[in-house]
């Protein structure tokens, strides 16, 4: 186990409606970055958080926020769900060095909209 | 953005056979990590390849790195059915954010 923990596991959402979804990043490591992986496909950065400001965000519409708070934990906010937010939202901590390190990916928490 | 692709998308190997997937960058690529994803898991870190040529082995996984660093491979010796997954090649780019491929499928047929 990476030490990586998100909750919940599980969600059923309807469209319009709004999720938070958390995560705690494994001891030691500053850095939580959010992908989003739909069915059959690999995952896709969404934003990443390294000492609670944002460091980077992929290609997603505002209505995808974060938070990082002082322990590096993490929130991902989801606003108005559409069918295609349904997927799995992994996060995953590094220790957020120059060089690239290897990410610990927590289980994820699998969205589905209806 | 740009896109790592990986071949095949789908592999079924009978049980003891090799295995082999293939990353393909149109860019020079600083570096390559390689992650093993089970059927409803998360992705777990195999490997981070730096070096042009590069060339690492962990007991039956031989990964490696192109001359040109624009493609890399991941060989599975005689796979057992614990091999079974999608194995994902990944980018990293500035601050640590992953490019992931598109991922080849692996199944084992006893």
């Known amino acids: 186990e990476t030490g990586v923990t998100q909750s919940p596991t599980h969600l059923i959402k309807t469209r319009g409606q709004q999720v938070t979804l958390r995560c705690s990043s494994q001891s030691g490591h500053n850095t939580v970055s959010w992908y989003q992986q739909a069915l059959g496909q690999g995952p896709q950065f969404i934003f990443q958080?390294?000492?609670?400001?944002?460091?980077g965000r992929g290609n997603f519409p505002p209505r995808f926020s974060g938070l990082q708070f002082p322990n590096y934990s993490s929130e991902l906010n989801v606003n108005a769900l559409e069918l295609d937010d349904s997927a799995l939202y992994l996060c995953a901590s590094s220790l957020g060095q120059a060089t690239p390190t290897d990410q610990y990916f927590g289980p994820g928490t699998r969205l589905l909209v209806l | 953005g740009q896109q790592v692709m990986q071949i095949p998308q789908y592999q079924h190997v009978q049980e003891g056979e090799d295995f082999t997937t293939y990353c393909n960058s149109s860019t020079t690529l600083s570096n390559i990590q390689w992650y093993k994803q089970r059927p409803g898991g998360h992705p777990v870190f195999l490997i981070q390849l730096v070096k042009s040529g590069e060339v690492k082995k962990q007991k039956r996984l031989t990964f490696q790195f192109g001359e040109a660093k624009k493609n890399s491979s991941l060989h599975i010796t005689a796979t057992q059915t614990t091999d079974v997954g999608t194995y994902f090649c990944?980018?990293?780019?500035?601050?640590?954010?992953?490019?992931f491929g598109t991922g080849t499928r692996l199944t084992i047929i006893p």
């Open positions: 990944a980018k990293t780019t500035g601050n640590e954010k992953l490019t």
């Open positions: 958080y390294y000492r609670e400001e944002e460091n």
